[in-house]
């Protein structure tokens, strides 16, 4: 199904979709995607900007209680559920706003496709693989990066659609308009 126009309705309305999204996803990613060792969490404070989910690894799990990580392991982190078009504050996306914070490499989001999908991969270089989507476009499976060149891919379509088919009638029907 393609990608929904989510400006014409309410921010509440996205945001109900956006948060039973980011259980979709953190759901699918525990439900075999995940190697051993590996588990995704919603909304865990890591430092910095809070995530929409966390994919963790744990030296030991003992530690998960306690809050901290195998830092000698891997953190990544799945924010890739922001689908608004760019804004007066981000007039070229946010994958742009972020990118500016780490690099001076240039970024333009093309004219017929204003919404970004977004990996990050921190190490061994700080790399983004961006996809430029228009609206009715699928979204596109993402890399979330686990470790160094090690990851597996984010099923953004799927999830979406699992989301999509649970949100009531009503709530689509306003989306459709």
């Excluded at 995607?33 to 909304?43: F, K, Q, V, W």
Aim: hydrophobic share 45%.
């Amino acid at each position: 199904m393609p990608m929904h126009d989510w400006t014409r309705v309410r921010s509440g309305v996205f945001h109900n979709f956006h948060v039973l999204w980011i259980s979709t996803i953190t759901n699918r990613l525990n439900s075999g995607l995940l190697p051993r060792g590996y588990l995704a969490m919603a909304e865990q404070v890591v430092g910095g900007p809070e995530p929409d989910v966390v994919a963790l690894q744990f030296n030991d799990f003992e530690r998960l209680n306690s809050g901290e990580t195998g830092r000698s392991g891997g953190l990544a982190v799945v924010d890739a559920v922001a689908l608004a078009p760019p804004g007066p504050r981000d007039p070229q996306g946010i994958h742009k706003a972020i990118w500016d914070l780490v690099t001076d490499q240039s970024f333009e989001l093309p004219a017929d496709r204003q919404i970004t999908i977004a990996a990050y991969q921190a190490l061994p270089i700080k790399t983004a693989y961006i996809e430029p989507i228009a609206l009715g476009s699928l979204l596109p499976d993402m890399p979330l990066f686990l470790h160094c060149d090690f990851y597996v891919q984010a099923p953004l379509e799927m999830t979406y659609m699992d989301t999509w088919n649970v949100l009531p009638q009503t709530l689509r029907d306003l989306v459709l308009q």
